[in-house]
């Protein structure tokens, strides 16, 4: 006896559904980023082959920051984990050495040239974290974050591969941009002082003077030695602003401002910048590329400076983040 055509044709479309090639995509590969920087490049470079998850938002210090239970979980079902190192974790650094044999982790600094990293003065061994700031040895993180997704989602590699060379030329344009808006301010004023030491390969790439009143990490306290060595410069370079930064407290800039003013020189709070963390999402400084741009014209109008046009190609990039027509 037949089926009736009906059954039939419904057997004929589960079969197929069964024997037929997926046609649809494979799901995102799953990123896990501890830092906004990381996030932000990883979801430029992967686009909609990866859904990226940053562990630490905006203002957070990750220096100084734990992860919560919350955390491991997220980083354990992470079908990637990548993460700054060179210390720059802290103790999350060492929450995710434990998680290495379980979750596939990559370290994006781990493939920048030794000798273009910066080390703190007299201690060799202690190299400064703070990488993304230099946007040209940042372009070793985006090829590192390529391979990492290319070789857990290889069906992508196409996209990925042109989606990281047009993120190196946004880095190339937006790097030259934030050379010319440092180059504006007056030579004897390119003095940037800030909370801690983050600014180290920004004022190594763009010709200016860096100094922080804690050290590398905001784990260390400044001494009153080295408050008063940094007051003298600056009343002695005449530097009109000193800087706050969103992910470390204000207090110690503040003594600085005061410390300053005792001694005859008035120096004002020039904004805050964006150091160790983006900032809100949907905006230009919620990118990495923007917060280096933010922080560049910030810091140049503040010490002097006068801000030049952003080139066509930075400033279309950064309107499309911040969700502003063209
Ligand atoms: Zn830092």
Redesign the pocket.
Known sequence: MCAPPAILAAVTVVLAWFVAPRAQAAPPLKVVATTGMIADTARAIGGPAVSVTALMGEGV???LYKASPGDVRVMTGAGLLLWNGLH?EGRLGDAITKLGSRVPVVCVTDAMPQDRLLRAAGVDSVPD??VWFDLELWGSACERIRDAIIERAPDAAPDVRARCASHLQLLDTASAHVRSVIASIPAERRVLVTA???FGYFGRANGLTVRGIQG???DSEASLRELNALIDLIVERKVPAVFIES?VPRKAVEALVEGCGARGHAVAIGGELL??AIGPAGTEQGTHVGMVVHDAELIARALGGTVPARPGALAAWLDAAAGRAP
């Open positions: 210090d990750p220096h720059l974290p703070h801690h030491d983050a590398l990490s905001t992910s150091s160790d």
